[in-house]
């Protein structure tokens, strides 16, 4: 009898907890934040609305790409590409042999101005297939040794050009260093006037008073049994050797542009400029290409048509855009959804 009682009782209390409320433990507290219903810009994608903003970024960018072209079209420039020429024909066939033979290597070419050219005149040496972005080569420097004399020895990440023949340490190192380019440009005009070029402040401010010590003399430089590019002169500190810096700071790409000198005057449009240049450097090993460039500058910079046309791209296919849309709004319309269905525009109850 009392264990039916108790059986009883035990029964009616769970069907009692079963028909109480239960609180789903997984369902979060209510709140603005949780449920993403804070205040918010929740725009309309009208038609009116894609139509104006596709006019207004056209309006905007099509005159800035014209503008970028012009700026860009202002710039004149001479390129002059010259490691063929230089060879002499009975080596024409072995280019290799001849640049690293004692032969000499100096040749001349003619460049005709085409446009009159305002000072500063900016001279460039351009490389095509060096590719200086691989990572070995990237990484084949020392930046502490090229920056204090107290770390000459630092050389661990300069191999393989780290340590000369005699067993010390190559100052500076690396492949960087080692492969600085080496050809030389003289300049004169048809009357044998000759052009001066300046090659103060071609290097950064940055470098020339951060990365490049004052107290840092070359030391064993090419000196490793192997020879690369140039020489350096071993009583200048490397705070003033400024082809140096220009040439250390790698480029991305394999065909890149370094900056030579300055032309500090005026060159007439159909003056033809002579140059003597000393074909000193290796490029026929990998089948690269070396260029001359004369260049002036304008508010944009040198010359690049990219920036010009990629901001008149992006606004044509704007303009495009809008007008389409704009058609097909009065052509075949749309009705529009009433807004006030929309999540955030009922109450939090609302489901």
């Not at 433990?25 to 804070?38: C, D, G, N, V, W």
Request: aromatic letters at 10%; glycine letters at 8%; one cysteine or more.
């Amino acid at each position: 009898m009392s264990g039916h009682t108790a059986s009883s009782s035990n029964g009616g209390s769970g069907s009692g907890d079963s028909g109480a409320p239960r609180r789903n433990s997984k369902r979060p507290k209510y709140s603005k934040f949780t449920q993403q219903e804070l205040p918010a810009c929740k725009p309309i994608l009208t038609p009116k609305w894609v139509v104006s903003a596709f006019l207004i970024i056209a309006i905007v960018f099509i005159p800035i790409g014209i503008a970028c072209l012009l700026g860009s079209r202002d710039v004149v420039e001479v390129v002059e590409r010259y490691e063929n020429e230089c060879i002499p024909p009975e080596y024409a066939n072995n280019k290799v042999q001849y640049i690293q033979s004692s032969a000499d290597k100096t040749c001349n070419i003619r460049m005709t101005i085409p446009k009159h050219m305002k000072k500063p005149i900016y001279v460039y040496y351009q490389l095509d297939n060096f590719y200086q972005n691989h990572r070995r080569y990237v990484k084949s420097r020392s930046d502490k040794q090229l920056k204090s004399l107290k770390n000459e020895n630092d050389t661990s990440s300069c191999k393989p050009e780290h340590l000369a023949t005699n067993g010390g340490a190559i100052v500076p190192c690396g492949l960087i260093a080692w492969s600085l380019f080496n050809d030389t440009y003289i300049f004169s005009r048809q009357n044998n006037q000759s052009l001066t070029v300046n090659k103060k402040g071609i290097a950064w401010k940055s470098d020339k008073e951060k990365r490049f010590g004052k107290n840092v003399l070359p030391k064993n430089f090419q000196g490793g049994g192997l020879r690369g590019g140039g020489d350096l002169n071993a009583t200048m500190p490397l705070s003033e050797q400024e082809d140096l810096m220009v040439w250390m700071r790698t480029a991305a790409l394999p065909t890149f542009r370094k900056l030579f000198g300055k032309i500090e005057v005026d060159l007439e449009a159909n003056e033809v400029i002579n140059v003597t240049v000393g074909n000193n450097y290796n490029t026929y090993s990998f089948n690269g290409k070396k260029k001359l460039v004369l260049s002036t500058t304008s508010w944009i910079g040198g010359r690049n048509d990219f920036l010009g046309i990629a901001y008149l791209t992006v606004g044509m296919i704007c303009l495009a855009l809008a007008i389409g849309f704009t058609v097909v709004y009065f052509v075949k319309p749309r009705r529009l959804g009433d807004p006030t269905f929309l999540s955030w525009n009922r109450g939090p109850g609302s489901h």
